[in-house]
């Protein structure tokens, strides 16, 4: 079991900047990419940026140029500095992580969620 704790939303005027931090416990062996997904009211989530393992990065195009995920493997953390931001940016973000366990015959990929962390963007 892996728990994710997101924090560092809040409000902020379009234009500036806000650092959204994640940090994992638990039983965090083998986690594979994490990322940062948010859900706008009544919208579907969408995917905002990951970043894997080894690093590599993947962003929507939303979040190209403006956006910036990292991790520390280390310290079971990931980030995403969010410059830049839009009012359409405003939305509920979540911290995900994956991991796959069990032997090569039973591999098992599971998926964990944080609880979020509001962000709204002023115009």
């Known amino acids: 079991q892996v728990q994710l704790v997101e924090s560092g939303g809040g409000l902020v005027q379009a234009g500036g900047s806000l650092r959204l931090s994640c940090a994992a416990s638990g039983r965090t062996f083998r986690l594979d990419d994490m990322g940062w997904y948010r859900q706008a009211p009544g919208k579907p989530r969408e995917l905002v940026a990951t970043i894997s393992s080894a690093g590599i990065t993947n962003y929507a195009d939303s979040a190209k140029g403006r956006f910036t995920i990292s991790r520390d493997n280390s310290k079971k953390t990931v980030d995403l500095q969010m410059n830049s931001l839009k009012p359409e940016d405003t939305a509920v973000y979540y911290c995900?992580?994956?991991?796959?366990?069990?032997?090569?015959?039973?591999?098992?990929?599971?998926?964990?969620w944080g609880q979020g962390t509001p962000v709204t963007v002023s115009s």
């Open positions: 995900n992580a994956q991991q796959t366990v069990g032997p090569v015959e039973r591999v098992v990929r599971r998926d964990y």
